[in-house]
């Protein structure tokens, strides 16, 4: 294995609890290849301890464990039976199930394996670097091991407040920074236009970012899934909707893979897994600084107008720039990344 500098320090969000005072949590989805689904599963249970069970043909789940439940499955809707538990004696059901398997062993060639984490205190990140060391050792790859390997990282950072006015800061300095996370997180191009996770136009971007643009939960679900009617963005807010006003979410886009929860869905355009220089530290710490800038009224309010009056016509890498002088003056993100 290649030597492996120490991984960046952790660094706390700025708001380390929810409303009712409970530490804040954050769920991850790490993709990869090279593993099967029952080594990926030894290597959680080494390090996370727990029992592994095997859920059907390509999911298994770590129980047991002091964090909660993982899984460890094939990432695919099409692979695993319904969640309605078909009893055995259900014939259809027991042939969709073997059909799902069957299709499951054609297309785990290219698909990616995926372990979703539960909801961790962000101090246990660092118990996650083990696990991708770990992963690694044992021949996992990430998405630079093969143009076939569209493989992501996704994290679910839980939202300090259901507070209108809260999650719209974290949203509005989310949008200021995109462009230069797209950037510092993807290797090459391709990885940072794939249709699984796109940016959000600039129009939208001017409407959220506008100073006189202080809407309820009602406006502001209703302006973002009117804009952006898919769960395609790299900012997925529609968990976070739907666990305000379900109905209303599903009045605009019925998907039933939304699933409600209290938390932003932050998907990553690259997993790196099998670089030692990566780590999942470095994207928590870029995504904490985001939290910063959102938890600072005045200084989201001057890049906002910076944004707006100098730069929305430009192009995004003149912005990139902008955005990474500004951090080396104001947050020192840089030199954790």
């Known amino acids: 294995m290649a030597d492996r500098r120490a991984p960046p320090t952790l660094k706390p969000p700025p708001w380390q609890t929810t409303d009712d005072g409970t530490p804040r949590r954050v769920g991850v989805e790490l993709e990869f290849g090279g593993l099967d689904l029952e080594t990926a599963a030894e290597a959680v249970r080494a390090v ?33 039976p319904s969640d309605r538990n078909p009893t055995e004696g259900d014939l ?20 990616p394996r995926e372990i979703v984490t539960p909801p961790l205190g962000f101090e246990t990140l660092p118990d996650l670097v083990s696990l991708c060391d770990r992963l690694r050792e044992l021949g996992a790859v990430g ?42 997180a993807a ?10 996770a796109q940016p959000f136009g600039r129009a939208y971007m001017a409407k959220v970012l506008a100073p006189d643009y202080r809407p309820d939960w009602p406006r502001f679900i209703d302006d973002y899934l009117t804009a952006n009617r898919t769960r395609n963005r790299d900012l997925d807010l529609c968990p976070l909707f739907a666990h305000v006003d379900a109905e209303r979410v599903k009045s605009h886009l019925d998907d039933p893979r939304i699933k409600a929860r ?10 790196r897994i099998e670089d030692p220089e990566w780590s999942v530290i470095t994207e928590w710490n870029r995504w904490v600084a985001v939290e910063c800038l959102a938890s600072d009224a005045d200084m989201l309010a001057e890049r906002s107008e910076t944004f707006l009056d100098r730069f929305m016509a430009r192009s995004e890498s ?12 104001h947050l020192d993100v840089r030199a954790s990344a």
Not at 187 to 196: E, G, Q, V
Not at 262 to 271: E, G, V
Not at 319 to 329: G, H, K, Q, S, Y
């Open 262 to 271: 209290p938390a932003f869905h932050y998907r990553l355009p690259d997993s």
């Open 318 to 329: 003149d912005w990139v720039e902008e955005t990474a002088a500004w951090l080396d003056r």
């Open 187 to 196: 290797h090459d191009l391709l990885r940072r236009t794939l249709p699984f």
């Open 143 to 184: 998405t630079d091991a093969s143009w076939r390997y569209a493989f992501s990282v996704q994290l679910n950072p839980e939202a300090p407040s259901l507070a209108c006015e809260r999650v719209l800061a974290i949203f509005r300095a989310y949008l200021l920074m995109s462009d230069w996370l797209r950037t510092v």
């Open 92 to 111: 259809l059901d027991r042939a969709g199930a073997m059909a799902r398997a069957a299709l499951g062993d054609v297309i785990e060639l290219w698909m």
């Open 48 to 80: 996370f301890g727990g029992d592994i069970r095997r859920d059907d043909a390509h999911r298994l789940s770590v129980t047991g464990t002091p964090a909660g439940t993982f899984q460890v499955e094939l990432d695919s809707d099409y692979v695993h």
